[in-house]
């Protein structure tokens, strides 16, 4: 593994850094957690006007064609300030999905929309029996008077209120069929008759929706990759979702550090600062080594994406091992600072609102512990 960040990366890390530590303080954060949106135009129009909507999306369809570490890279900055809005669901499920199953036609009428942040997309995926399996999915798509139509629930769909376009994965056959596996993907208008929205209460305060469908009739065109082999492409998608988790959560860990590391050096106690305890020491570095241990996981599987080498496995073990490396450091970043971590106006909470969330988004320990073992021992 060779990574050397270009001018290019640099460019987008200190044009990151600038513009949400001028946008995105922990005071607006709290705020946007009582919106309605969760964001607002203005933000999501300054990162349009950055590029970071079209970050990977090919030139031909209006983006700027860079690798996903860039993204990772950015996506770590977004870690740092916990970024509100629909930035990862519309680039990570959206924007992933037309990318690798859309049609040409699909492609050049969404992506340009889509890298522009003029529309949003997110995916409707888990259900209440069906949290990242495809086999228990149960929402049907069916045929009525030369039409498909959709019926069925669907749960945690990120930013739905938001998003101009839905894409649903639903089940259109039996595995007897012949198909790989019953499925189907289809892009639905998110007012379209027949959707119903509501919003789920959760830790992070983010905006999680469950989607009730009631026959939502399909627009001719928009079904999206071949009926039956979904999870051919699904997939993947959702093992590079998961890494890119782990770079938000890396980002929000790298930040708990700091604040940690900055109250040992100033906060007093028996005539010297506690950064000058052993136990405190100890914390600090143990933060500091999950964090490394993070970043070098991450970078290594972005490296291995960008090089299109297989790399599902390194994304399993990213995820399982950030999962537990940034509710640690979380942790001790309360143990260090002690009663003004749990205090609402200080950022420590925020962190730890969304490490919770995080752990479970895109597959807990156990899930991605399954996933290594399925590839190990195969």
């Not at 149960?138 to 629930?153: D, P, W």
């Not at 376009?165 to 998110?190: K, P």
């Not at 929205?197 to 999680?208: C, G, S």
């Not at 928009?222 to 770079?247: D, H, M, Q, Y």
Request: glycine share 8%; charged share 25%.
């Amino acid at each position: 593994m060779n990574i050397n960040f270009s001018e290019e990366q640099k460019m987008i890390m200190d044009s990151a850094r600038h513009f949400l530590k001028k946008e995105c303080t922990s005071e607006f954060v709290r705020s946007m957690a009582q919106d309605s949106k969760g964001f607002t135009p203005r933000l999501w129009d300054g990162m349009a006007e950055l590029g970071w909507m079209g970050l990977v999306v090919p030139e031909k369809y209006g983006g700027f064609q860079g690798e996903f570490l860039d993204l990772v890279l950015l996506l770590e900055e977004m870690g740092k300030v916990n970024l509100p809005g629909p930035f990862f669901s519309h680039v990570l499920l959206g924007e992933m999905c037309l990318l690798s199953a859309g049609n040409e036609e699909q492609k050049e009428h969404y992506l340009p929309l889509l890298s522009q942040g003029e529309v949003i997309m997110t995916l409707a995926l888990n259900e209440p029996e069906s949290i990242y399996d495809f086999n228990s999915i149960a929402t049907r798509a069916v045929v009525q008077n030369n039409s498909i139509v959709i019926t069925g629930k669907k749960l945690y769909v990120p930013d739905a209120e938001s998003a101009n376009y839905i894409i649903c994965v639903a089940r259109t056959g039996d595995f007897v069929s012949g198909s790989e596996d019953g499925l189907g993907v289809f892009i639905l208008d998110r007012k379209s008759p027949g959707i119903t929205l509501r919003e789920l209460k959760t830790m992070a305060i983010d905006k999680q929706y469950e989607i009730v469908l009631d026959e939502v009739k399909v627009v001719s065109g928009c079904t999206l990759g071949e009926n039956g082999k979904v999870r051919s492409w699904l997939e993947p998608i959702l093992f590079k979702a998961a890494l890119a988790k782990c770079a938000e959560m890396m980002g929000s860990g790298q930040r708990v550090l700091q604040l940690a590391v900055a109250h040992a050096k100033n906060r007093e106690q028996f005539g010297k600062p506690i950064g000058s305890f052993q136990a405190i020491q100890h914390h600090c570095v143990n933060m500091l080594m999950d964090v490394e241990t993070c970043r070098w996981m991450v970078y290594k599987a972005a490296w291995m994406m960008d090089e299109q080498k297989s790399c599902q496995m390194q994304c399993a073990m990213a995820k399982a091992w950030c999962n537990e490396a940034y509710k640690r450091v979380v942790n001790i970043g309360h143990q260090v600072m002690g009663g003004i971590g749990y205090a609402e106006e200080h950022e420590l909470p925020l962190h730890f609102r969304r490490s919770r969330f995080a752990e479970p988004t895109f597959g807990g320990g156990d899930y991605h512990r399954q996933k290594i073992a399925d590839q190990l021992l195969s």
